[in-house]
T-cell receptor, first 118, second 110 residues
Framework: NAGVTQTPKFQVLKTGQSMTLQCAQDMNHNSMYWYRQDPGMGLRLIYY???????DKGEVPNGYNVSRLNKREFSLRLESAAPSQTSVYFC?????????????????FGDGTRLSIL | ELKVEQNPLFLSMQEGKNYTIYCNYSTTSDRLYWYRQDPGKSLESLFVLLSNGAVKQEGRLMASLDTKARLSTLHITAAVHDLSATYFCAVDPGTYKYIFGTGTRLKVLA
């Protein structure tokens, strides 16, 4: 079971460059999430997708865009990278909120993408 | 604004000792989760707490939830080195917007 797969694992960018972080899950989950993790700040939600075809802003969406390509894939794009976006990015997925069995399950996380912007 | 506060932020303890990590949150919540993260790794689910008074135990870890006090605790019994990690609580306010605590970095000394 692959679970949640993120690519790439590491990336270094220059300020102003663009890049897309990829995330795919094989658990048939409806909802998917992008978080960033910074020292001393826990995980902060960037965007989420409640189901295929929908996306919504989280706590820190500025500077990012997302695409829910299909049920399996949810990508995060940095159009013009800034040093403040240096972070570790985690993708997560979860089953159907309307299904009582799935709604009580935790989120499943990928291994993260470590992104440095110079 | 929903806030989730954990304390302590850092905890250094001797093997064999007991200690409790606290997670306070500022609004009603349907569910509360505890995760463990090893350095450079992903988050691993430990416990899901679904209702007031819920208690879950796994090995040397026990989690509880008091929804009236808006408080969850993670109790460590007779700590061992393998428990060294960062522990996060996360609150599900009934939307998709989970809120994570800042984490408690635990170091168990031999």
């Amino acid at each position: 079971n692959a679970g949640v797969t993120q690519t790439p694992k590491f990336q270094v960018l220059k300020t102003g460059q663009s890049m897309t972080l990829q995330c795919a899950q094989d658990m048939n989950h409806n909802s998917m999430y992008w978080y960033r993790q910074d020292p001393g700040m826990g995980l902060r939600l960037i965007y989420y997708s409640a189901s295929e075809g929908t996306t919504d802003k989280g706590e820190v969406p500025n500077g990012y865009n997302v695409s829910r390509l299909n049920k399996r894939e949810f990508s995060l794009r940095l159009e013009s990278a800034a040093p403040s976006q240096t972070s570790v990015y985690f993708c997560a997925s979860k089953g159907n909120f309307q299904d009582s069995r799935d709604s009580n399950q935790p989120q499943h996380f990928g291994d993260g993408t470590r992104l440095s912007i110079l | 604004e929903l806030k989730v506060e954990q304390n302590p932020l850092f905890l250094s303890m001797q093997e064999g000792k007991n200690y409790t990590i606290y997670c306070n949150y500022s609004t009603t919540s349907d569910r509360l989760y505890w995760y463990r993260q090893d350095p450079g790794k992903s988050l691993e689910s430990l416990f899901v707490l679904l209702s007031n008074g819920a208690v879950k135990q796994e090995g040397r870890l026990m989690a509880s939830l008091d929804t009236k006090a808006r408080l969850s605790t993670l109790h460590i019994t007779a700590a061992v080195h393998d428990l060294s990690a960062t522990y996060f609580c996360a609150v599900d306010p009934g939307t998709y917007k989970y809120i994570f605590g800042t984490g408690t970095r635990l170091k168990v000394l031999a």
